[in-house]
């Protein structure tokens, strides 16, 4: 079983960053993609940011170039390094996990980015 839990969301300006992390218990942390989504209110959840057990990272259109998503697996955390935030941005934003499909999530924390 793998739990998660966010922080690092909070209220910034337009312009601004954060940077949210992801922390995941138990021992199978290494052995799992784990990625970003966000949810807005109204609006479906979509995949932010993911990245693989090896390191590889897909980008969402509307956040590449701005966004970065990293993990550290000695730490069992995974970061998203959000820059140049939007008022689009704004969303409750959870980390997932998972070896075929997203079998873990997290609580979700809360992002707003003023104008």
């Known amino acids: 079983q793998v739990q998660l839990v966010e922080s690092g969301g909070g209220l910034v300006q337009a312009g601004g960053s954060l940077r949210l992390s992801c922390a995941a218990s138990g021992r199978i942390f290494s052995r799992n993609a784990m990625a970003w989504h966000r949810q807005a209110p109204g609006k479906q959840r979509e995949l932010v940011a993911r990245i693989t057990s090896g390191g590889s990272t897909n980008y969402a259109d509307s956040v590449r170039g701005r966004f970065t998503i990293s993990r550290d697996n000695a730490k069992n955390t995974m970061y998203l390094q959000m820059n140049s935030l939007k008022p689009e941005d704004t969303a409750v934003y959870y980390c997932?996990?998972?070896?075929?499909?997203?079998?873990?999530w997290g609580q979700g924390t809360q992002v707003t980015v003023s104008s």
């Open positions: 997932s996990a998972g070896v075929v499909g997203w079998s873990y």
